[in-house]
């Protein structure tokens, strides 16, 4: 089905950028985003690089584009889950599941920064949804500092977080699953 009030001109860029921004996640999957590369993308779309630069100024474009996607979807998760009536475990659940279904995603938003990379000042203009979220969870338990207890539940949880996706686990004879649950049941 046509979107409506777009031109078949607007349907086709929109279609270009969805699969460009797809074939960048798939580059950042195998070689991590500092090997992200436009005229790589182009190539596997069929299209120059040449080409694919009418629909993105460059790498820096992009990856703001797939940061935007990434903290949207964690926000639309978030928010999903607070109206589902979730509880601060249930949200640190719902982060975790979210970063192990697409950890390249997690990473791009809460790992290493992108060298050569510097994102606008309104890229991270999201995440401030899943901070109130999250604030808004926390006011609603019995704890007396809800932002103290946001806080130490973002750093807590992302640094567990962290260390399972980028493997720093292995060989520990650990389940990063019960230590994920450890640390949710010291922030109660």
């Not at 190539?43 to 993105?56: C, D, E, T, W």
């Not at 890229?123 to 604030?135: F, K, N, V």
Request: charged share 20%; net charge negative; glycine share 6%.
């Amino acid at each position: 089905m046509a979107e409506s009030g777009t031109t078949p001109r607007e349907r086709y860029r929109n279609q270009v950028r969805a699969e460009a921004k797809q074939l960048a996640w798939e580059q950042i999957a195998a070689d991590g985003a500092s090997a992200l590369s436009l005229n790589a993308v182009a190539k596997r779309m069929g299209m120059s690089g040449p080409a694919l630069y009418r629909y993105f100024t460059g790498r820096d474009e992009l990856i703001t584009e797939l940061i935007r996607d990434a903290y949207r979807s964690l926000a639309d998760t978030f928010r999903d889950a607070a109206a589902a009536g979730a509880d601060l475990p249930d949200l640190a659940r719902a982060l975790r599941r979210w970063a192990l279904a697409d950890p390249q995603r997690y990473f791009l938003i809460y790992g290493t920064p992108v060298p050569g990379y510097h994102a606008p000042a309104d890229t991270t203009t999201i995440s401030s949804e899943i901070m109130a979220t999250l604030l808004g969870v926390c006011g609603a338990t019995d704890s007396p500092a809800p932002f103290a207890t946001a806080l130490a539940f973002w750093t807590r949880l992302h640094g567990v977080l962290s260390l399972e996706l980028a493997g720093q686990f292995a060989g520990m004879d650990l389940d990063p699953e019960a230590l994920f649950e450890a640390e949710i049941a010291t922030l109660r």
